[in-house]
């Protein structure tokens, strides 16, 4: 038997329901809208560890930390370690780069203690005496200078030559696997001028079909998004467009905050726009806050007023301006000033790459949708998506997923062509 609600009843109901849909539009605000001082300071995530801080700073002329993490793990002995692994990415044509490179591992032995070295394109141990060819070390030396210089070889090995005895070099190639991705790689170069002049030709063939399916709407949407993916225009000119479609054509605007649960990649990065224009206006008062907000800042949280440094809370990076406020009350009256500058750089860590290319590409499908197109346009528009696919695979630019497709479009022509 159900049973009636009384009239009390019913008004808690009601309020529970007005408390729901009063929590949740506070909740779209923040993630929204610029950080609010009050809001921030009761923490809303869980605690992450405090930044970590790498061992190691490098100057700006020799290069800069792209990300940093801190691991670490129980030794038998249980004692807690944490190892420091440094990825360095090479420019092999560059003779800049590669001094670079040779002070980098300078400054790396020198004052992280690093005492081991692994690098690409050999395998075991590096015979370090190869090139000491005599008893005069100078001369050894203007030999050396003399093969780099030259490009003979690079800042790994001019550095190796001059290491102290106790730093290891060893090559993390396996040996038979290399020389067989060398062999591929050379029937490759051996293929090349023809591979390019068919990939040329069929280029133009696409080029030729767009001018015949596309008319209005669809060719412009299709060309917008050519000079996107081909580097041409920026993804905030990009993004621009497909809002303007997306009014036109879908009759709803990407920026408005209800939009939120069906593209929140689209309308957090329209948010992130219009915090940017507003954080231009006035830089060098702007400037100045920060500056100020740095100084009263604990030391360590005074990287989130620093760009550069956000690298060291990567997804994290909310919770250090709560941790900030909650710490130092008295950052509030300045903190207002830029919260702004605050919003924008939180709701760009929180913003995944991954997730706005995905709802980019999903509005294109939608935008397309919505259009009267011939069943001639739709193929070459599904044909063309597919070209797309294997123009990246040849420039090595697949992503995991991508590559998925491609293997199961193939899996299925095989199928449909044994039957």
């Not at 030794?75 to 944490?82: D, E, F, L, N």
């Not at 190796?160 to 029937?187: M, T």
């Not at 231009?280 to 100020?292: F, W």
Request: net charge positive.
């Amino acid at each position: 038997m159900r049973r009636i609600p009384t009239d009390s009843q019913s008004k808690r109901i009601f309020l529970r329901l007005i408390a729901c849909c009063l929590a949740s539009i506070f909740s779209i605000q923040i993630l929204l809208w610029p950080v609010d001082a009050s809001a921030l300071l009761a923490p809303q995530i869980p605690s992450p560890p405090f930044a970590p801080t790498p061992p190691l700073q490098l100057a700006s002329e020799l290069g800069r930390i792209s990300e940093y993490s801190a691991a670490s793990f129980h030794t038998a002995s249980s004692q807690r370690v944490r190892p420091h692994v440094y990825l360095i990415q090479d420019a092999h044509d560059s003779l800049d780069a590669q001094e670079s490179i040779r002070s980098i591992l300078r400054q790396l032995v020198k004052q992280a203690g690093v005492s081991r070295v692994l690098f690409e394109g050999g395998s075991g141990k590096l015979d370090r005496t190869f090139y000491a060819r005599t008893q005069d070390e100078a001369l050894n030396r203007k030999v050396w200078d003399k093969l780099f210089s030259a490009g003979e070889i690079g800042g790994l090995e001019r550095f190796a030559l001059e290491a102290p005895a106790a730093v290891q070099f060893s090559g993390i190639e396996h040996e038979p696997g290399y020389f067989e991705n060398v062999r591929a790689l050379l029937k490759t170069y051996e293929a090349q001028k023809d591979a390019t002049s068919e990939i040329e030709r069929i280029g133009k063939e696409f080029k030729r079909k767009a001018t015949i399916c596309l008319r209005g709407k669809a060719r412009r949407i299709y060309q917008e998004g050519k000079k996107y993916r081909a580097g041409d225009i920026s993804l905030a000119a990009y993004f621009s467009h497909m809002s303007r479609w997306a009014k036109d054509i879908l009759l709803f605007d990407v920026s408005h905050p209800v939009n939120q649960f069906l593209w929140p990649a689209l309308v957090r990065f329209a948010h992130l726009e219009e915090l940017a224009k507003e954080i231009s206006k006035d830089r060098s008062t702007l400037e100045a806050v920060l500056q100020k907000l740095g100084r009263r800042t604990p030391a360590g949280l005074k990287f989130i007023w620093n760009p550069s440094q956000h690298y060291l809370a990567r997804g994290n990076l909310r919770w250090y301006f709560e941790r900030a406020l909650d710490q130092c009350p008295e950052l509030l009256a300045d903190f207002q000033k830029a919260s702004a500058w605050a919003g924008y750089h939180i709701l760009r860590d929180e913003l995944k790459p991954e997730d706005l290319s995905k709802e980019l590409e999903l509005l294109e499908e939608k935008l397309y949708g919505a259009l009267e197109l011939s069943r001639e346009t739709k193929r070459f528009l599904r044909e063309e998506k597919e070209w797309e696919l294997v123009l990246k695979l040849t420039r090595l630019a697949l992503s995991r997923k991508e590559r998925g497709e491609m293997q199961l479009r193939i899996k299925n022509e095989e199928l449909r062509m044994k039957n």
